[in-house]
């Protein structure tokens, strides 16, 4: 199992930036892909941005150019830097884990709230 805890998120004027981090701990040898992921009320959870064991890295359509996800190995931390935010980003954001097997692990989610 993998414990995940995020940090980084609050409210911010559109145009502006935030850096998310995540913590993890637990059995890191079975990870095999980082992600962030995001919920606004009333919709569904999506994936924001994802990273690879080999650091092969994806984002979704609408943060390309504005986000960056990056993990450091000797902190055992991944990064999630928002950069221009729009109103539209605000959700609460989830650090995700996924071992071999695809199993899952989440963080409790940091609320952002980018006001215009």
């Known amino acids: 199992q993998v414990q995940l805890a995020e940090s980084g998120g609050g409210l911010v004027q559109s145009g502006g930036s935030l850096r998310l981090s995540c913590t993890y701990s637990?059995?890191?040898?079975?990870?095999?892909?980082w992600g962030w992921y995001r919920q606004a009320p009333g919709k569904e959870r999506e994936l924001v941005a994802r990273?690879?064991?080999?650091?092969?890295?994806t984002y979704v359509d609408s943060v390309t150019g504005r986000f960056t996800i990056a993990r450091d190995s000797a902190k055992s931390t991944l990064y999630l830097q928002m950069n221009s935010l729009k109103p539209e980003d605000t959700a609460v954001y989830y650090c995700?884990?996924?071992?071999?097997?695809?199993?899952?692990?989440w963080g409790q989610g940091t609320q952002v709230t980018v006001s215009s």
């Open positions: 995700n884990a996924m071992e071999g097997g695809a199993k899952e692990n």
């Open positions: 637990g059995r890191l040898f079975s990870i095999i892909a």
């Open positions: 990273v690879t064991r080999d650091d092969r890295v």
